[in-house]
């Protein structure tokens, strides 16, 4: 089963995201959010957002757990380019362009195999199951699992690391 996230029209280079986006490739969840937490690059705070959303896509709308998921795909595509100028001498303008790009993130189950167990939202979205007689309707019994704090907790490590790093260089720098 597949779990998908998109940020588009994202401020940043596509080069500069998928620099980022290429350490964390064929990882498991936790392992990536370790690798982006690590990772001192502002285009890493936009993957960490649309990992999370993809998975609280998956752990709220199907009921999956973060161990039964791995990333599948990580696209990084371009976007449009803001054009702007920048006035220079005798009346001239130099174009400026500002890139975007759009970040796509789908996520797989482990097992492809496993059974999937689905919550009540998702129950009433998909249409019920019938037997091989066509008489009685099956139904699948389903417990939501909900971690996703190991990621929260990365976010916030994250931000104390960066401002750290940078007070321990203006102190021993001067």
């Known amino acids: 089963m597949l779990i998908k996230a998109e940020q588009k029209y994202t401020r940043f280079s596509p080069r500069k995201v998928r620099l980022v986006a290429d350490t964390m490739r064929g990882l498991s969840i936790e392992h990536a959010v370790e690798q982006l937490s690590l990772v001192d690059q502002k285009s890493s705070m936009v993957l960490m957002k649309v990992l999370r959303q993809a998975v609280a896509n998956a752990t709220n709308n199907l009921g999956l757990s973060v161990q039964d998921l791995e990333i599948d795909q990580i696209l990084i595509?371009?976007?449009?380019?803001?054009?702007?100028?920048?006035?220079?001498?005798?009346?001239?303008?130099?174009?400026?362009?500002?890139?975007?790009?759009?970040?796509?993130?789908?996520?797989?189950?482990?097992?492809?195999?496993?059974?999937?167990k689905l919550t009540k939202k998702a129950k009433k979205a998909e249409p019920k199951k019938v037997s091989q007689n066509m008489a009685l309707p099956v139904q699948e019994s389903a417990k939501p699992v909900v971690a996703v704090s190991k990621i929260d907790r990365n976010m916030g490590q994250k931000a104390t690391q960066s401002t750290a790093r940078r007070i321990t260089n203006r102190t021993t720098s001067k």
């Open 77 to 116: 595509g371009t976007g449009p380019r803001f054009r702007r100028f920048r006035a220079v001498s005798r009346g001239r303008g130099h174009e400026i362009k500002k890139p975007t790009c759009h970040v796509k993130i789908v996520l797989k189950t482990k097992g492809a195999d496993a059974p999937v």
